[in-house]
């Protein structure tokens, strides 16, 4: 054990305790079939949520209208955990179907007048940004997209087009194209230099790499649960406390009113992050996903973010080595939990490298995205046989 003057950071590469990953491996069937290195895509899920999709069904089966208090309690028990873990305070945050309606929601809150009307992005940015702005110029939305010229954030580019015409900049925290990230510290004091508002898609790093919304000071943040905190189709919006009493929504639904569970008439909005929620919600996906966020949880942000930087640095190491193209910056602090390689006729490689039970994405690159489960071991196997495949 380290002495605590020298307790590695967050940053330090270290393996996660051999003897508490081998019981948290044991909480994920999938792992029993294969080396899965897809978590930037879609993230293993726990045995755990057996349980619960059976006591879900006992449920419809004897139905009763009194189970959706408990089905609240789950609710808003999910969107606190997510609180905790991103250093929100409880009620900050909501959940629903996708981070589409989330944002499309946030999105519906402003007034796209002149002379405060641009949205910056970037085009790093996963499709579902520009995609919902290029829908609000209907309202007078003027989307502006910064181009990077390669993997990497064009940083300076972006400070030199955020200025005060700026209503939002949203940016992703890290890319899901490259494995890049972004200096949230540096944009959010740009942004708010000049009055605009900062919203994160954190959905490629919440879960693999620390995020303090508060200490950041971030306006919004969004993510989901599929990846990284080892869940299924729900995700969650953050909105800071003081800027979410200021903003009233046009997609909106009755669950957002001030009254909603009295089932009467709603007088005005809910008072914390619940005026950003929709209609009837789906319980389920929140419920399921609650397991994986706990077993996360135990481990610690902290702990899971230097066994990820561990991992990635293997395969940085292996790809090197042996002649492969890194996409993904060599740097801990500029990467997320996935490395990109660049190979040859990808996507083919990664369907064969499937059939050897060897579970990758391809997305223009390689991408390959270790977890908290995974082993050094199960590193060193993938490359040794994605080198044998680039052979061929």
Known sequence: MNPPDSAPGPDTPECLDATAQAALRAEFPLLENCVYLNNNSTGAVPRGAEHVLTGYWETLRGWRDDVWHDWHVGLDRYADSVAALIGAPPGSVVTDANLSTLLARVASCFDYRAPRDRVVTTDL?????????????????????????????????????????????????????SGATIDLPRLVRRAHDVGALVVVDAFQTVGVVPLDVTALGVDVVLGGAHKWLCGVATAFLYVRPDLATRLEPAATGWQAGD?????????????????????????????????????????????????????????????????????????????????????????????????????????????????????????????DALEEELDR
Request: aromatic letters at 8%; a positive charge; hydrophobic letters at 45%.
């Open 125 to 177: 940015e996963y499709p579902t940004v520009p995609f919902i702005f290029n829908a609000f110029r209907r309202y007078g939305a003027r989307l502006h997209v910064v181009g990077s010229g390669g993997p990497r954030f064009d940083e300076d580019a972006l400070d030199a087009r955020i200025d005060e015409r700026t209503l939002l900049v949203c940016v992703p925290h890290a890319s899901f194209s």
């Open 259 to 383: 009254r909603a569970l009295t089932f009467q008439p709603s007088t005005g909005w809910a008072a914390d992050a619940r005026r950003f929620a929709g209609g009837t919600p789906f319980p389920l996906t929140s419920l399921v996903s609650q397991v994986g966020l706990d077993l996360l949880a135990g481990v610690g942000a902290a702990a899971i973010r230097r066994h990820s930087l561990a991992c990635t640095s293997r395969v940085i190491q292996r790809a090197t080595a042996a002649g492969i193209g890194v996409v993904s910056p060599v740097e801990p602090h500029r990467r997320g939990g996935v490395v990109c390689l660049d190979v040859a006729d990808g996507e083919a490689v990664k369907r064969r490298l499937l059939a050897r039970d060897m579970v990758c994405s391809w997305r223009g690159y390689l991408r390959v995205g270790p977890h908290v489960y995974n082993t050094l071991e199960e590193i060193d196997a993938f490359m």
